[in-house]
């Protein structure tokens, strides 16, 4: 089959190689659909730590070809969690298995999704149904880390919500909180990605602080955090009410510090917290998917094959491009 590994950083290739094995506890899948993600620029370019000669893709969904020992039936459509929790360590015995010390992450430790075929343990798989558009499976892992993030916000009906950031994760916690009854600005820089934020339920838009500001002047209880870059998450207190919340969703690279002001979030009582992957999420997220509560279709900016994924991810997104998605 063809399938693109990153062979070490710097070098990432489409090749043949072998049909996935399935292994003990193991199902496999035709993968229909996978997410070209930010992470997969990272893993590249060793920011992001990976296993070397990986089969990238950690955001797909595919039909069943070998249920294995599992209760799932070939030509069922599932999506996959991809975090591999080991369920002993101290953190996952705390419950918090999204911070395990053993996670084993499909496409980035074990083979994953950007390839004709993948293996992967059959209870992280969730089910979609049949009628599904196939690409929407893929949205389902950016879905569940966004609900986490806006799980550990708490957002709440009625309140004011600042999105930063107009990539699919922004888009996707822009519409959970219109969902939940919030009033919402998404401020990001490019117009276009503004205009989708509006047609996707968001009140308000702005491009920068001051117009944020000239919005709403008091900011906002919750300030959502999807950029990923310093100068924004160092703006987040400064759009914040008195007494709200911060979540930081965005990845910053390692070893990047970020000046805020301890005074300032003392004073103003401003919490500031953080959200990383999708522990219990991904089942809900599914059922978003498939309930079509969530409108994913605008953040497909276009189609790609496997031939075209390792050039798609050695490059930086073109300008508007919300999410790629390979079709294998
Ligand atoms: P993305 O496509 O790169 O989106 C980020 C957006 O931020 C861009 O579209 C850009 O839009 C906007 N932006 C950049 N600089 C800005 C600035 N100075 N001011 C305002 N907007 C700015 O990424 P994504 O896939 O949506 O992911 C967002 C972040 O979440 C990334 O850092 C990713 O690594 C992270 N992430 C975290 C988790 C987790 O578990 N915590 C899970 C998945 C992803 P413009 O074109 O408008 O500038």
């Known amino acids: 089959m063809r399938a693109t590994r990153l062979v070490d950083t710097g070098n990432i290739q489409t090749i043949d190689t072998d049909m996935p094995v399935c292994g003990d506890g193991d199902i496999v899948i035709k993968v229909e659909a996978a997410g070209i993600c930010g992470t997969d620029r990272h893993l590249y370019k060793g920011e992001f730590p990976a296993v070397a000669n990986t089969i990238l893709g950690h955001e797909f969904s595919g039909i069943v070809t070998d249920a294995g020992k599992s209760n799932l039936k070939p030509g069922m459509r599932v999506t996959c969690d991809p975090n591999t929790w080991c369920g002993v360590c101290h953190q996952c015995r705390k419950g918090r298995v999204n911070l395990c010390v053993n996670n084993i992450p499909t496409g980035i430790a074990r083979d994953g999704g950007f390839a004709e075929y993948c293996a992967f343990p059959a209870h992280k798989a ?101 950029a990923g870059v310093e100068a924004t998450v160092r703006m987040a ?31 103003r009582e401003i919490q500031m917290h953080y959200s990383f992957l ?25 189609t790609i094959s496997l031939e075209e994924v390792a050039d798609a991810i050695a490059n930086d997104a073109p300008n508007n491009e919300v999410r790629a998605i390979a079709v294998p």
């Open 126 to 226: 969730h089910v979609l149904p049949e009628e599904l558009d196939p690409l929407h499976g893929a949205f389902c892992e950016p879905l569940a880390c966004t609900l986490h993030g806006m799980d550990i916000g708490n957002v709440q009906a009625g309140e004011r919500v600042i999105v930063i950031g107009g990539g699919v994760i922004g888009l996707l916690a822009v519409q959970i909180a219109k969902l939940a009854g919030a009033q919402v600005m998404l401020l990001t820089r490019s117009e276009g990605k503004q205009s989708l934020a509006l047609s996707l339920g968001a009140d308000v838009v702005a491009g920068t602080k001051e117009e944020a500001l000239d919005c709403w002047a008091e900011g906002a209880e919750l300030v959502v955090e999807c």
């Open 237 to 267: 207190p400064s759009i914040t009410q008195t007494g709200g919340r911060i979540v930081i969703l965005g990845v910053l690279p390692q070893g990047q510090p970020v000046s805020i002001e301890p005074f300032d979030l003392l004073f």
């Open 278 to 302: 999708n522990p219990f999420t991904h089942e809900r997220a599914a059922q978003m998917i498939a309930n079509a509560e969530i409108d994913v279709s605008p953040l497909i900016s276009r």
